[in-house]
Nanobody, 125 residues
Protein backbone atom coordinates (compact mmCIF):
# COMPACT_ATOMS: atom_id res chain seq x y z
CA UNK A 1 0.00 0.00 0.00
CA UNK A 2 1.43 3.36 -1.06
CA UNK A 3 1.49 6.05 1.59
CA UNK A 4 2.66 9.66 1.43
CA UNK A 5 2.55 11.51 4.74
CA UNK A 6 3.35 15.22 4.91
CA UNK A 7 4.56 17.07 7.98
CA UNK A 8 6.23 20.33 8.94
CA UNK A 9 3.53 22.85 8.16
CA UNK A 10 2.60 25.65 10.52
CA UNK A 11 2.10 29.35 11.09
CA UNK A 12 5.04 31.66 10.37
CA UNK A 13 5.60 35.33 9.68
CA UNK A 14 6.54 36.72 6.30
CA UNK A 15 10.25 36.34 5.62
CA UNK A 16 10.65 33.24 7.77
CA UNK A 17 11.38 29.67 6.67
CA UNK A 18 9.83 26.23 6.94
CA UNK A 19 10.83 22.75 5.87
CA UNK A 20 8.15 20.31 4.82
CA UNK A 21 8.75 16.57 4.83
CA UNK A 22 6.98 13.79 2.97
CA UNK A 23 7.50 10.25 4.23
CA UNK A 24 7.00 7.80 1.37
CA UNK A 25 6.36 4.07 1.62
CA UNK A 26 5.04 1.28 -0.56
CA UNK A 27 6.69 2.24 -3.85
CA UNK A 28 10.05 1.96 -5.57
CA UNK A 29 11.24 5.49 -5.03
CA UNK A 30 13.74 5.69 -7.88
CA UNK A 31 11.03 4.99 -10.45
CA UNK A 32 8.96 8.00 -9.45
CA UNK A 33 8.97 11.73 -9.95
CA UNK A 34 8.13 13.35 -6.62
CA UNK A 35 6.33 16.64 -6.45
CA UNK A 36 4.96 19.27 -4.11
CA UNK A 37 1.74 21.04 -4.99
CA UNK A 38 -0.34 23.57 -3.09
CA UNK A 39 -3.91 24.77 -2.90
CA UNK A 40 -4.88 28.14 -1.50
CA UNK A 41 -8.44 28.86 -0.30
CA UNK A 42 -10.78 29.30 -3.26
CA UNK A 43 -8.13 28.36 -5.80
CA UNK A 44 -7.12 25.28 -7.75
CA UNK A 45 -4.20 23.05 -6.88
CA UNK A 46 -0.97 24.33 -8.40
CA UNK A 47 2.45 22.87 -9.03
CA UNK A 48 5.26 24.01 -6.74
CA UNK A 49 8.30 21.79 -7.33
CA UNK A 50 9.37 18.35 -8.50
CA UNK A 51 12.40 16.09 -8.23
CA UNK A 52 13.31 12.82 -9.85
CA UNK A 53 13.51 9.82 -7.53
CA UNK A 54 17.26 9.78 -8.00
CA UNK A 55 17.44 13.40 -6.92
CA UNK A 56 19.38 14.33 -10.03
CA UNK A 57 16.87 16.73 -11.62
CA UNK A 58 14.49 19.35 -10.27
CA UNK A 59 11.86 21.74 -11.56
CA UNK A 60 10.19 24.73 -9.90
CA UNK A 61 7.24 27.00 -10.47
CA UNK A 62 8.33 30.53 -11.32
CA UNK A 63 6.61 31.86 -8.20
CA UNK A 64 8.93 29.92 -5.88
CA UNK A 65 12.13 29.72 -7.92
CA UNK A 66 15.08 30.95 -5.87
CA UNK A 67 13.16 30.69 -2.57
CA UNK A 68 12.14 27.02 -2.36
CA UNK A 69 14.31 23.93 -2.68
CA UNK A 70 13.17 20.32 -3.17
CA UNK A 71 15.35 17.37 -2.25
CA UNK A 72 15.30 13.70 -1.30
CA UNK A 73 17.21 11.78 1.33
CA UNK A 74 19.80 9.14 0.50
CA UNK A 75 17.61 6.33 1.79
CA UNK A 76 15.05 7.19 -0.86
CA UNK A 77 12.01 7.45 1.32
CA UNK A 78 11.61 11.11 2.20
CA UNK A 79 11.06 14.20 0.09
CA UNK A 80 11.71 17.66 1.51
CA UNK A 81 10.61 21.14 0.55
CA UNK A 82 12.69 23.88 2.07
CA UNK A 83 10.80 27.17 1.90
CA UNK A 84 12.71 30.40 2.51
CA UNK A 85 11.59 34.01 2.50
CA UNK A 86 7.96 33.00 2.82
CA UNK A 87 5.27 35.40 1.65
CA UNK A 88 1.58 35.66 2.60
CA UNK A 89 0.71 34.44 -0.91
CA UNK A 90 2.47 31.16 -0.09
CA UNK A 91 -0.35 30.38 2.34
CA UNK A 92 -1.94 27.11 1.24
CA UNK A 93 -2.32 23.43 1.95
CA UNK A 94 0.79 21.73 0.61
CA UNK A 95 0.51 18.25 -0.90
CA UNK A 96 3.15 15.68 -1.69
CA UNK A 97 2.66 13.53 -4.78
CA UNK A 98 4.37 10.73 -6.66
CA UNK A 99 3.95 9.75 -10.30
CA UNK A 100 5.80 6.92 -11.96
CA UNK A 101 8.20 7.76 -14.78
CA UNK A 102 6.79 11.28 -15.23
CA UNK A 103 8.86 13.88 -17.13
CA UNK A 104 10.42 16.34 -14.71
CA UNK A 105 9.64 19.37 -16.88
CA UNK A 106 5.85 19.34 -16.54
CA UNK A 107 3.41 18.86 -13.66
CA UNK A 108 0.64 16.28 -13.44
CA UNK A 109 -3.04 16.55 -12.57
CA UNK A 110 -4.72 15.63 -9.32
CA UNK A 111 -6.22 12.57 -10.99
CA UNK A 112 -2.80 11.07 -11.62
CA UNK A 113 -0.30 9.41 -9.29
CA UNK A 114 -0.39 9.13 -5.53
CA UNK A 115 -1.16 11.96 -3.10
CA UNK A 116 -0.79 12.70 0.56
CA UNK A 117 -3.39 14.35 2.77
CA UNK A 118 -1.65 17.71 2.87
CA UNK A 119 -0.17 20.02 5.49
CA UNK A 120 -1.26 23.60 6.16
CA UNK A 121 1.20 26.46 5.74
CA UNK A 122 0.06 29.89 6.87
CA UNK A 123 2.22 32.97 6.39
CA UNK A 124 1.17 36.11 8.21
CA UNK A 125 2.14 39.58 7.05
Amino acid sequence: QVQLVESGGGLVQAGESLRLSCAVSGLTFKWYTMGWFRQAPGKGREFVAAVTGSGSSTNYANSVKGRFSISTDNAGNTVYLRMNTLKPEDTAVYYCSAKIWHPIDRPWSTGEGYWGQGTQVTVSS
